[in-house]
Structure formats: C-alpha cells, structure tokens
C-alpha cells in the first residue's frame, strides 16, 4: 500500500471555492428550508448547475514529458435549465446523460458505470464519473438544485406559439417555440450558435431568463496560471398577442479583462403556418426530451462483467471515504497511473462537497467564513492510500480503490 498527496488534484477546486460569497453560501443554507423531495415524483424540473471537466490525461501526460504539474479544467455554469424525471430517471438536456436516481436519492447511470452521485431532500445533488473526450480521459463534477415546476408556475397557453426574433444591431435571428410554459430555442444560423440550446421556463407574466458562464483554469506548475470566464445572460418577456422582446448581455473577465459586451436587443412576433420550413422550428420540450431519452438508452451498454465488484459497490466504512478509477489502455503500467489520478480527482470532488457543506453550516451558524478553517480542514483529508488496483489483460483496462480517513 502506498500513500500519496491529493493536494495538486484538489488545489484548483480550493481555489474556486474559496472564491466563493457569503450571500452564495447563504443561498445554499436557504435550500435547506425547502420540503422533502425524496422520493423524486415525475415531472418537470428546473435543473441548475455547474459542470467540471478535468483532464485527467492532458494533465498525466504534461507531467510524464515535462515533470511539470499542470491543471487543467473548464466549468460551465447553468441557470434556467428545464428537464424532466419520469421512470426513476432524469435526463440532462445539456450533456445528454440520463441519470438513474432511486427513491433514497441515489445516482447512477446505465451507460456511464463510474456515475455516482447523490440527490438530498432539499433539492441540491452531485454527481461525478469519467468520460472521454477527443479521446482524452476526464473527470466530470457537476452539483447544482433540481426545483419542481409545477403547472402553477408555468405560463399558460396563452403564451403558446411561434416567435421569428431578430437582433436590431447584428440582424441575427432565431426561431422560438413556447408551449406548455416552456421556452425552446435555435438560432437559424445553427453552425454559428457553439453550443446546443437547452429548454427553459416561462413565468406566469410571460418573463423568461436563462445564462450559461464558462471558466478556464489552466496551470502549469509555478511558471503560469490563467483563469478567464465568458458567458452570457438573456432576459426577456412575452406579451401575449403582441411578440417578444429580449436582451442578450454577454460578458467577460480575467487576464486583465472585466467587462460586459455591447447588449443585444432581439425583438419578435409570432410567425404564420408555413413561413419558415419545419425543420428550421425548434421542437417542443416533450419532443427534445423523448428523443434526448432514446438516444441515451441506445448507447452500448457497458459490460459489468468486466468491472471488479468493489468498482460497482464501494466500499461503505465508517470513517472513511472511497473513490474509484479505470483507464483503457496499451500499457498497464500507464493505465493503472491514470485511473489512480483519474480516482484521485474523484476524491477530490467528495473532499470539495464535504467542505461546502461544512461552509453553509458555519456561514447558518455564525454569518461569516473562516477561509483558515476551510484550507485547515482541507489538508488534513489530503492523503489516501491504494486499496485495490488490477488490470484486466484482456480489456487492457485498469481499475483503482483509493481509500482515506476521514474525521
């Protein structure tokens, strides 16, 4: 057994947290007040959260070449995300994941083996696993608050219909579709837009807003480190019979940089039958969802077989705390190196959600942080030890236990 630092994978997680305000942390204490939603009742929700991507290969590989320890991660952060839970499964309109939660909120999901996560009473949930990208291993953190959104919040049908928008200053256009309350987009110019469109809600007074910020932190060792965020908020308003008018702030920071782009003002009506080809509308939120569903469950299944048990079902001990990692690759010895960064990282993720609860109690308790308290607490849970590591000759993958004491 072999002990080793978490520290490098955890800093920049640290980083971010401690950034974070007194009001946010009063915000997630309010969340506590909310009533229980365990067991999940089907429905539509309003999902809110923020998803980390750390490169767990890029970061292995720098380090390999270069001796140089480098951090990677890109975060985006969502706000007026609609979806839906129906047969113990809640879809995520933006990565197109279906996550499987049990009445006790548990998460997990059939495509993805290394998802795990949990749902509480109030609402807020985690959850995290590994997934490549470009053919690159990483490791995906994403928390955030599911809040019901039953029929009396929702616009009612009178908002229903069609809307052809145009910005007065850049003339780009977009089509939207508002039925049932909710809010679908696209741009028609879809190779411009970088990114897929997501549903969100209308409020009874035909008001609407949604965002999405993105941040990228890069470090290599002690000879750079750069954080810079961009993003954008629209806030807008139906009035029924008339159109919709909305703005679009996008803004910027870091490097040097702290500023808000020039507002762009779209305003719309409702189109005829016919105007615009079929293809080129935005498809209702019943339909994004069902074909979101479809596409997830026919992805090839993982075989479990080839997975360890302990992998499957970590291990439950009081005191301590469990993470688990895989990598598929040629080399063992390689494989077996990245699935202990790759579990690492996940550590670090419980560490992060540990010390953030821990922040609400003491920010409900005493009205303040103590930034001291959070980094004193923080290193001391630093260190783990390799429970378990084996390699599957003929998957060539490996897969690691890491285990640490906890107070």
């Known amino acids: 057994m072999k002990i080793k630092s978490v520290y490098s994978v955890f800093a920049a997680a640290l980083v971010l947290l401690s950034c974070a305000s007194t009001q946010d942390a009063g915000e997630r204490a309010q969340t506590k007040r ?55 499964t809640l879809y995520d309109p933006v990565t197109g994941i279906e996550l499987l939660i049990d009445n ?70 977009q089509l939207v579709k508002i039925s049932g309350g909710f809010y679908t987009w696209d741009y028609l110019d879809k ?7 997501w549903p969100t809600l209308i409020q009874p007074d035909g008001s609407f807003s949604f965002s999405m910020d993105m941040t990228t932190v890069m470090e290599m060792g002690s000879i750079s480190r750069m954080n810079y965020s961009t993003g954008f908020l629209i806030e807008g308003k139906v009035i029924p019979g008339q159109g919709i008018s909305m703005e679009e702030i996008t803004r910027s920071s ?9 507002p762009q003002i779209y305003s719309g009506t409702a189109i005829r039958s016919g105007e615009f080809p079929n ?11 069902r074909k979101g569903r479809s596409a997830a469950q026919a992805a090839p299944k993982p075989n479990r077989t080839n997975y360890p048990s302990w992998y499957l079902n970590l291990p ?14 040629d080399v063992k010895e390689t494989a077996i190196a990245m699935a202990e960064a790759a579990a690492a990282a996940n550590l670090a993720d419980q560490i992060m959600v540990r010390i953030e609860s821990e922040i609400v109690e003491v920010a409900t ?29 003929g998957t060539r993958t490996a897969f690691v236990l890491l285990e640490m004491a906890v107070d």
């Open 34 to 88: 909310r009533e229980n939603l365990l067991p999940l009742s089907t429905g539509w929700y309003q999902y809110d959260f923020e998803r980390t991507f750390k490169g767990i290969e890029d970061e292995y590989n720098l380090a390999l070449s270069t001796g140089i320890k480098m951090v990677q991660e890109l975060t985006w952060k969502y706000t007026g995300v609609v979806t839906n839970f129906a047969d113990g």
């Open 104 to 173: 006790g909120g548990r998460i997990s999901c059939a495509e993805n083996v290394s998802i795990k996560g949990t749902l509480n009473k109030d609402g807020s949930f985690y959850w995290s696993g590994l997934r490549e990208e470009h053919g690159r291993l990483n490791n995906i953190f994403v928390k955030g608050t599911l809040t019901p959104l039953p029929a009396s919040v929702r616009g009612g049908r009178e908002f229903d219909g069609v809307y052809h928008m145009t910005d007065s200053g850049t003339g780009r256009q």
């Open 191 to 197: 190779e411009e837009r970088g990114f897929n469109p």
């Open 254 to 262: 870091g490097q040097g940089i702290d500023q808000g782009g020039t």
């Open 279 to 289: 293809e080129a509308i935005p498809q209702d939120i019943e339909n994004i969802v």
């Open 316 to 329: 439950v001990k009081t005191g301590f705390m469990y993470a688990v990692g895989e990598k598929t690759f």
């Open 365 to 393: 308790n005493t009205g303040a942080r103590s930034d001291e308290r959070i980094r004193s607490e923080a290193l001391q849970r630093l260190n783990y030890r390799i429970v378990e590591q084996i390699y599957n000759e």
